[in-house]
């Protein structure tokens, strides 16, 4: 929704879902005119367990969501406008199961607010400047939890405050971006433990102060006969600081003579290459970049991570992880058939990741050890897509989606939390007004990585069911959605899953959504 757009429109949705009882209900409303639009509404999601592939209920898995927006724009002369949004998001009685504790309360705020000049006939297009303040709180408990050894809580605070100007012009066959942009974020979180007459308190997040600015550019150059290059890069100044004094005295115990204000230079600079002729596509590119450790590899505490059960310390002497990107890409496309073949490797150095610490004692109970973030001399990542997309009829399209992932560190050992082999088949029907889509997802095993902990998980293949039809009455639109997921009820678990907390079992869901 925007400018010039419909002068008034009213929507009223409402939801369901079998699998959890999931329950949804919404409405917005949108007003536009040539120097105004406004466009607010309000969602409130609730869904009790749901159930596995066989029929078990998984217990703590419930949540309860409210989400409210506004977005407004207003355009004080032709070439301009002045946009805002403002989103408040509340979460309740959210369940983790992969965990021994849940979220009680879990708020997030996020603003901002932009100004646009567009220029007529001139080497400059548009000047965007924007500013934007977020915050996130999460509190988190165990009284609802059956059996709990040691009462915890563990609330954890976000803000973050920052800002950007794009500006982007056309000079000859060159178009480019010029931008400069940064932040503030601040972390807080801790965690006290109610173990006899004493309670324990650690901070996890040692109040960290980040204040970083960069400036980059980018340029798309034109050449003849379908030829185009893209230059970008970007430099950017980071300062980090622990501000609690506790925090920081906790950590050095660990790290003694570690600075408590750290800063740094960092940045990426890339060029590609890419080629458009009728039915052709290719392209290839080149990218060098490092960055900063984050906050939790830097300076987390004893944080406990349950998809390897380790408790997790920063290591504020990380060096920087670079790495050098390369990419290809490959597509043939007319009416009736697209294929298309991606890839792309990363390359990298001092790469970051938990290695196990055997002289440490881990404080989460049950925990299998303590991990402390190192650098690795280097690792690799290869990613590879292939699509084949026929219309077999022209109101029949056949899918087919395979993509694989590969990565190993300088040990020759595989790396954690890397997507086995997956394909993705589906036929998507489209007859006048009424759309539908039955596909499936095969996955092979994923045999995991044994050094960091990752257990394999079984291949698994899922099929899935959807369709929507729009009925018109009057001026009124209603638009019907329903569909079913795992629809033979498969127990099965994905690699990323924490705990190997198995996915929902058979879902079937459906969505009426008013316009008018």
């Known amino acids: 929704m925007g400018f010039d757009a419909q002068p008034q429109e009213y929507n009223v949705s409402v939801g369901a879902e079998h699998n959890g009882w999931l329950q949804v209900y919404g409405a917005d409303v949108a007003l536009s005119s040539h120097r105004h639009y406004a466009n607010f509404g309000l969602f409130y999601r609730h869904a009790g367990n749901y159930k596995i592939g066989g029929g078990e ?3 703590f898995s419930q949540f309860t969501k409210t989400n409210a927006f506004l977005n407004f724009g207003w355009r004080p002369a ?18 983790y199961p992969a965990l021994n504790m849940d979220v009680k309360d879990a708020r997030g705020l996020i603003t901002s607010l932009s100004y646009r000049h567009q220029w007529k006939e001139t080497m400059l297009d548009s000047w965007e400047t924007k500013v934007y303040y977020n915050r996130i709180t999460h509190d988190m408990d165990d009284t609802k939890r059956p059996d709990v050894p040691i009462h915890m809580d563990m609330p954890g605070r976000s803000h973050t405050a920052g800002f950007y100007s794009l500006l982007q012009g056309v000079l000859g066959n060159h178009q480019w971006q010029a931008n400069i942009d940064g932040y503030r974020n601040v972390l807080y979180a801790d965690m006290t ?23 980059s550019f980018t340029d798309d150059i034109r050449l003849r006969h379908g030829h185009s290059l893209r230059f970008s890069a970007k430099g950017s100044w980071q300062q980090r600081k622990i501000r609690n004094d506790e925090g920081f005295r906790a950590l050095e115990i660990y790290f003694p003579g570690m600075a408590r204000s750290v800063s740094a230079l960092f940045g990426r600079v890339a060029l590609g290459y890419a080629y458009d002729n009728g039915p052709w596509h290719a392209a ?10 984050t906050v939790t590899e830097q300076y987390g505490y004893f944080q406990n991570n349950t998809f390897d059960r ?17 990419n290809a890409a490959f597509s043939w496309k007319d009416s009736r058939w697209l294929l298309k073949a991606e890839a792309n490797t990363f390359f990298f150095c001092n790469y970051i990741i938990g290695e196990p610490d055997e002289r440490l004692s881990a404080m989460t109970i049950g925990a299998a050890g303590v991990k402390i973030y190192r650098n690795m001399s280097n690792a690799r990542i290869v990613n590879a897509t292939l699509t084949a997309n026929v219309w077999l009829f022209p109101w029949l399209q056949w899918k087919n989606r395979l993509t694989y992932s590969y990565g190993d560190e300088a040990t020759g050992s595989r790396l954690p939390l890397i997507a086995p082999l997956t394909y993705r088949p589906s036929l998507f029907l489209r007859w006048k007004s009424l759309t539908a889509e039955a596909g499936a997802d095969f996955v092979t095993r994923c045999n995991g990585a044994d050094k960091y902990g990752e257990h ?8 899935h069911f959807s369709a929507g039809y729009p009925l018109t009455i009057g001026n ?3 638009v019907f959605r329903g569909g079913v997921e795992n629809l033979f009820d498969r127990r099965y678990t994905t690699y990323s899953d924490w705990n190997g907390i198995p996915q929902k079992g058979r879902n079937i869901y ?6 008018f």
């Open 57 to 59: 209920e998984l217990r």
């Open 78 to 95: 032709e070439r301009d406008a002045v946009e805002g949004t403002v989103i408040y998001d509340v979460a309740t009685d959210v369940g």
């Open 193 to 215: 433990m109610y173990a006899g007459s004493a309670p324990m308190f650690m901070l996890t997040w040692p109040d960290v102060a980040t204040v970083c600015n960069g400036l």
């Open 284 to 293: 290839a590119g080149l990218g060098l970049g490092s960055r900063t450790p």
């Open 310 to 326: 380790y408790d997790y310390i920063g290591n504020p002497a990380l060096k920087q992880e670079r790495a050098v990107e390369v």
């Open 456 to 463: 394999p998980t079984a291949g698994y293949a899922i099929w």
């Open 476 to 478: 009124m639109t209603v």
């Open 510 to 515: 459906v969505n009426i959504q008013l316009s």
